[in-house]
Nanobody, 130 residues
Framework: QVQLVESGGGLQQAGGSLRLSCEAS????????MGWYRRTPGKAREFVAN????????????TYIGSVKGRFTISRDNAKKTSYLQMNSLQPEDTATYYC???????????????????WGKGTQVTVSS
């Protein structure tokens, strides 16, 4: 059974930092792109960042939404089956529930792409006060 468990959320003042963790179990972690999304009440879930499962000569590829570039950093530790989101210079508009997502890495050879779909964690709340 696949499980994604987020942790590290909490209350932080504007300008502060938090590090979110997403620990995975029940899947071949290195074959999944790991992503972070967030949602505020009344709004659709929003993509924040992701990191590829596959590596190139320059490492894992990462993507960020524009509003967090330069402030947030996504990383992963395949040995620990954990993805991280380091959030610096937090702003009140970063307040949201943050979710972890695992997606089969489409850049793998077709024969290595895991069967099944995406997996989501249950979320962790981040609140930034002004």
């Amino acid at each position: 059974q696949v499980q994604l468990v987020e942790s590290g959320g909490g209350l932080q003042q504007a300008g502060g930092s938090l590090r979110l963790s997403c620990e995975a179990s029940g899947l071949t972690f290195g074959k999944y792109t790991m992503g972070w999304y967030r949602r505020t009440p009344g709004k659709a879930r929003e993509f924040v960042a992701n990191i590829s499962g596959s590596r190139t000569s320059t490492g894992h590829s990462t993507t960020y939404i524009g509003s967090v570039k330069g402030r947030f950093t996504i990383s992963r530790d395949n040995a620990k089956k954990t993805s991280y989101l380091q959030m610096n210079s937090l702003q009140p508009e970063d307040t949201a529930t943050y979710y972890c997502k695992a997606t089969p890495d489409p850049n793998l050879p077709a024969s290595e792409i895991p069967a099944g779909g995406d997996y989501w964690g249950k979320g962790t709340q981040v609140t930034v006060s002004s």
